[in-house]
């Protein structure tokens, strides 16, 4: 069994989860999962303590109902649905311990780890952490193996929200996922403050945070390191937002990117349609990143059947970039590829200073179909704004 730091858990709701240190006796409004027959031994499977104990926690018409984790110990859980809406209006959740996945494929039988399906007024917070146990998903992944006959092309993910409102998340780690670490979708007020995910560089797909169909999402201060991107936001979102991020290993995102493979990236689909616009990348900095700064409107048809100028296109408009200071390891520092048809409107590149990372290389920029406006200095200059 692999070795942990102890540590502790509450999960409390009003209704609240709470993973805490404060015993095993019952106290009224308090659902400890050792009281529902969890061993926390690591190897014990937990999975119907913890299913009955937030069972009792969502219906508790208490005023603070908690689900307790009591803390020095490893729970080892098969996926596992938390599903509402709850009795209470609120559900506050403290989880300071270590939980651990199955080791292999097979144990997930496809399903995420932990779903929070459809709870409103949910808070999670301490220092836990979600140990996937990714290897044994990697090692098997279509991307990496395609020539493997079974290969894997979808895995699960460690944490998800599903139809949640009004989710708030602090300090808290996801290491080693199958797929994405953190998954925020069809859910409405998400609130996320100094998460950590640690996925090797080289694992398949593991987005530190996806969101998707989602809207008033906020993330700051995240240390996100993962085999694909750090933050992806997928289709049917608005009003997100993410400040102070620590990205790399990775694809990218924003703030401070370290030897990511991109920088602060727009990408569609030539063959999709839909609108990208009021997207705002503010104080980034870059060191020994590919593709600082790209937009592509061409993504991913050099890997099917070349690229077509298509009639239609995904509309990008209103995006701008402000104070970049950055080492570039491409000869592109800025790339913006817009679609000629479709060409990308109110692109805005203000005070952007890029360098080469290596003083052999000159790095250039490069644009099509784009219309926008520089302002103060931009190295390298973009002649077509």
Not at 136 to 148: I, K, L, N
Not at 238 to 243: L, Q
Request: proline share 5%; charged share 15%.
């Amino acid at each position: 069994m692999d070795n942990y730091a102890a540590a502790f858990c509450i999960i409390t709701t009003v209704v609240s989860i709470t993973i805490n240190c404060i015993g095993a006796d019952v106290i009224p409004g308090v659902y400890d999962v050792l009281n529902y027959g969890a061993m926390g031994d690591g190897t014990t499977d937990d999975t119907l303590a913890f299913i009955k104990a937030w069972i009792d926690t969502c219906n508790s018409t208490a005023t603070v109902p908690t689900m307790l984790i009591p803390a020095g110990k490893i729970y080892f859980v098969y996926p596992m649905n938390f599903t509402g809406p709850c009795r209470s209006i609120a559900t506050y959740a403290t989880l300071s311990v270590v939980i651990v996945a199955p080791n292999t494929p097979d144990g997930w039988k496809g399903a995420d780890l932990l779903a929070f399906r459809g709870v409103n007024g949910l808070t999670l917070n301490g220092s836990g952490l979600i140990d996937g146990r990714g290897k044994s998903w990697w090692d098997v992944s279509c991307r990496h193996h395609p020539e493997f006959k079974g290969c894997i092309g979808r895995a699960p993910t460690a944490l998800m929200f599903q139809g949640c409102k009004e989710v708030y998340m602090d300090h808290f780690n996801v290491v080693n996922t199958p797929q994405t670490h953190i998954l925020v979708w069809g859910s409405e007020g998400v609130y996320f403050s100094f998460i950590k995910t640690d996925s090797p560089g080289t694992s398949p797909n593991t987005d530190g945070i996806h969101i998707q169909d989602s809207q008033h999402v906020e993330i700051h201060g995240a240390e996100l390191k993962s085999g694909d991107d750090c933050v992806s936001i997928g289709d049917y979102c608005s009003h997100i937002y993410i400040t102070d991020e620590s990205c790399g290993p990775g694809h990218g995102i924003r703030a401070r990117f370290y030897g990511t493979e991109n920088g602060a990236r727009i990408k569609t689909w030539e063959t999709a349609k839909g609108l990208v616009r009021g997207v705002s990348f503010v104080n980034l900095t870059f060191k020994e990143v590919g593709n600082p700064i790209t937009i592509d409107q061409h993504y991913f048809c050099h890997k099917r059947e070349g690229c077509h100028e298509l009639s239609t296109a995904v509309q990008i408009s209103d995006v701008s970039y402000s104070g970049a200071v950055a080492t570039s390891i491409s000869e592109v520092a800025i790339n913006l590829n817009c679609s000629t048809p479709v060409p990308c409107t109110g692109i805005t590149l203000e005070n952007i200073q890029l360098a080469s990372a290596d003083p052999d290389m000159k790095i250039t920029s490069s644009c099509h179909s784009v219309h926008g406006v520089i302002k103060g200095i931009v190295e390298p200059p973009v002649s077509c704004l």
